[in-house]
C-alpha cells in the first residue's frame, strides 16, 4: 500500500489569536517542522509530505514540501484540507496530522497500516488510553474522497462525524509522555515548550556512566555494592500481515511452533546478555518469564520479558535483550512469507530495586 500524508495548517486558530498556527515557534523551531520531523521519524514513511494552508504560503513553501490551499472558500475546516490532499495525491491512503500536535508516537502510521489491512474498513483513527478520540489523526482511504465532496458540497464540515457514518475504526495508543498533546491556546504552547525544554536538558546534563572522567568507556565498578533483589520488565511487538499472524497462531507454519521456539531464544539471549552488550556486567539470573499475546486488530505481536536476579548491578539490559531476540526469532521462523515485518516499540517498562529504586515508564498501566 503506497501512502501519502497532508500536515493540516490551515485554520484560523482563533483561540491563538487568529495566529498561522503552523508557524508559531515551539521551543526554537515552528509547529510545522515539528510535525515534519515526526513524520520523518515514522516507522513506515510515506512517499510524499502535503501542507495544506491558506495563508503565508511562501513561508510554507520554505520547507520544502508541496502546499495545498483549500479549494472551498471560507475555511470550511479540516476537510477542505483532506479534500485538496485527495485531489493532489494518488497514493491509496492519506495519512492526516494536525500542526498542532506536535509529538506524535514513531509506530503511529505503523499501527495505523496494519489495522487498516487487519480491518479492511476505510479509514482508521487515532484513540488514546484516556479514552480521547483524536478525529484529525487518522488515516483514509482514497476511495472516500466522493463521499468527502458529498459532505463538503452540501456543507456539513465535521469530520468527526463524516468519519463515523464512512465506518471509522479506532487504533488506541497509549499515553506516551508528551505524544498526542494538543496545542490550542497560549497556555497549551507554554507548557509544552517547558517540557520540551526540560527534557532536552535532562538529556545534555545528564551522567553517562560508561565513560570515565577521561571520555574512555569503561565497565562500572560495582564491587562495593550490596547484592539486592531486582527485576526488570521490557515489551516489544513484531507487526506482520495477517496472514502470517494466523499461521503462527494456528500453529500451521511449516517450521512448527513458532512462538515456543521464540520464547527459549528469549531466555538464552537473558543468559547470554553480557556476551552481546560490551559493558554490561554478567549476572546470575534467578528466573526470566517470556509472555506473547496475539494482538489480531494490529496484525501483531507483542513479546514481553521479565527478569530476575540477587545481584549488585541492575538486569534491564537482560530485558531488553530477551525481547529483541525473541522477536528476530519470529522474524527469523516466518521471513519465508512476510520479509516486510517490522520491530517495534522495544522499550523498558519497569525496573525494581537498587539506588534508583522503583521505576516504571508513565504508561506502563496502560
Same mark, same amino acid.
Given at each position: 500500500?503506497?501512502?501519502?500524508?497532508?500536515?493540516?495548517?490551515?485554520?484560523?486558530?482563533?483561540?491563538?489569536?487568529?495566529?498561522?498556527?503552523?508557524?508559531?515557534?515551539?521551543?526554537?523551531?515552528? *509547529?510545522?517542522?515539528?510535525? !515534519?520531523?515526526?513524520?520523518?521519524?515514522?516507522?513506515? +514513511?510515506? /512517499?510524499?509530505?502535503?501542507? =495544506? %494552508?491558506?495563508?503565508?504560503?511562501?513561508?510554507?513553501?520554505?520547507?520544502?514540501?508541496?502546499?495545498?490551499?483549500?479549494?472551498?472558500?471560507?475555511?470550511?475546516?479540516?476537510?477542505?484540507?483532506?479534500?485538496?490532499?485527495?485531489?493532489?495525491?494518488?497514493?491509496?491512503?492519506?495519512?492526516?496530522?494536525?500542526?498542532?500536535?506536535?509529538?506524535?508516537?514513531?509506530?503511529?502510521?505503523?499501527?495505523?497500516?496494519?489495522?487498516?489491512?487487519?480491518?479492511?474498513?476505510?479509514?482508521?483513527?487515532?484513540?488514546?488510553?484516556?479514552?480521547?478520540?483524536?478525529?484529525?489523526?487518522?488515516?483514509?482511504?482514497?476511495?472516500?474522497?466522493?463521499?468527502?465532496?458529498?459532505?463538503?458540497?452540501?456543507?456539513?464540515?465535521?469530520?468527526?462525524?463524516?468519519?463515523?457514518?464512512?465506518?471509522?475504526?479506532?487504533?488506541?495508543?497509549?499515553?506516551?509522555? *508528551?505524544?498526542?498533546?494538543? !496545542?490550542?491556546?497560549?497556555?497549551?504552547?507554554?507548557? +509544552?515548550? /517547558?517540557?520540551?525544554?526540560? =527534557? %532536552?536538558?535532562?538529556?545534555?546534563?545528564?551522567?553517562?556512566?560508561?565513560?570515565?572522567?577521561?571520555?574512555?568507556?569503561?565497565?562500572?565498578?560495582?564491587?562495593?555494592?550490596?547484592?539486592?533483589?531486582?527485576?526488570?520488565?521490557?515489551?516489544?511487538?513484531?507487526?506482520?500481515?495477517?496472514?502470517?499472524?494466523?499461521?503462527?497462531?494456528?500453529?500451521?507454519?511449516?517450521?512448527?511452533?513458532?512462538?515456543?521456539?521464540?520464547?527459549?531464544?528469549?531466555?538464552?539471549?537473558?543468559?547470554?546478555?553480557?556476551?552481546?552488550?560490551?559493558?554490561?556486567?554478567?549476572?546470575?539470573?534467578?528466573?526470566?518469564?517470556?509472555?506473547?499475546?496475539?494482538?489480531?486488530?494490529?496484525?501483531?505481536?507483542?513479546?514481553?520479558?521479565?527478569?530476575?536476579?540477587?545481584?549488585?548491578?541492575?538486569?534491564?539490559?537482560?530485558?531488553?535483550?530477551?525481547?529483541?531476540?525473541?522477536?528476530?526469532? !519470529?522474524?527469523?521462523?516466518?521471513?519465508?512469507?512476510?520479509?516486510?515485518?517490522?520491530?517495534?516499540?522495544?522499550?523498558?517498562?519497569?525496573?525494581?530495586?537498587?539506588?534508583?529504586?522503583?521505576?516504571?515508564?508513565?504508561?506502563?498501566?496502560?
Amino acid at each position: 500500500m503506497n501512502l501519502d500524508a497532508v500536515i493540516l495548517a490551515g485554520g484560523q486558530a482563533r483561540r491563538m489569536g487568529g495566529r498561522d498556527k503552523g508557524l508559531i515557534p515551539l521551543a526554537g523551531k515552528p *509547529m510545522v517542522a515539528w510535525m !515534519i520531523a515526526a513524520l520523518q521519524k515514522q516507522s513506515v +514513511l510515506v /512517499d510524499q509530505i502535503f501542507i =495544506a %494552508a491558506n495563508r503565508n504560503l511562501p513561508d510554507y513553501s520554505g520547507f520544502g514540501y508541496t502546499v495545498l490551499r483549500d479549494v472551498y472558500p471560507d475555511h470550511p475546516g479540516p476537510m477542505a484540507g483532506i479534500h485538496s490532499a485527495l485531489l493532489a495525491s494518488p497514493a491509496e491512503a492519506l495519512l492526516v496530522v494536525p500542526c498542532d500536535v506536535p509529538c506524535l508516537p514513531n509506530d503511529l502510521l505503523l499501527k495505523f497500516r496494519a489495522a487498516l489491512n487487519a480491518t479492511g474498513a476505510p479509514a482508521v483513527v487515532a484513540k488514546t488510553a484516556d479514552g480521547q478520540t483524536h478525529w484529525s489523526i487518522c488515516l483514509i482511504r482514497r476511495e472516500l474522497l466522493p463521499s468527502l465532496l458529498e459532505c463538503l458540497s452540501q456543507g456539513q464540515n465535521r469530520l468527526g462525524q463524516w468519519l463515523s457514518e464512512q465506518g471509522a475504526e479506532f487504533v488506541t495508543f497509549s499515553d506516551r509522555d *508528551m505524544s498526542f498533546a494538543n !496545542i490550542n491556546t497560549p497556555e497549551n504552547l507554554a507548557s +509544552l515548550a /517547558d517540557r520540551l525544554t526540560a =527534557a %532536552a536538558q535532562t538529556v545534555t546534563q545528564g551522567d553517562l556512566t560508561h565513560f570515565n572522567a577521561a571520555g574512555n568507556a569503561h565497565m562500572v565498578n560495582v564491587g562495593n555494592k550490596v547484592e539486592t533483589r531486582r527485576s526488570a520488565t521490557a515489551q516489544g511487538e513484531i507487526i506482520m500481515l495477517p496472514d502470517t499472524l494466523r499461521l503462527i497462531e494456528s500453529g500451521n507454519h511449516k517450521k512448527g511452533d513458532v512462538l515456543g521456539v521464540a520464547r527459549i531464544a528469549a531466555i538464552m539471549a537473558a543468559k547470554k546478555t553480557s556476551d552481546l552488550i560490551p559493558l554490561c556486567h554478567p549476572l546470575p539470573l534467578t528466573a526470566v518469564n517470556v509472555e506473547f499475546v496475539i494482538d489480531r486488530i494490529n496484525s501483531s505481536v507483542r513479546c514481553s520479558v521479565t527478569c530476575e536476579t540477587l545481584g549488585r548491578t541492575g538486569i534491564e539490559m537482560e530485558a531488553l535483550t530477551a525481547v529483541q531476540i525473541g522477536l528476530l526469532t !519470529i522474524y527469523d521462523m516466518c521471513k519465508a512469507v512476510d520479509k516486510g515485518m517490522v520491530m517495534s516499540n522495544v522499550r523498558l517498562l519497569e525496573k525494581i530495586g537498587g539506588k534508583s529504586g522503583h521505576w516504571s515508564a508513565p504508561d506502563a498501566g496502560a
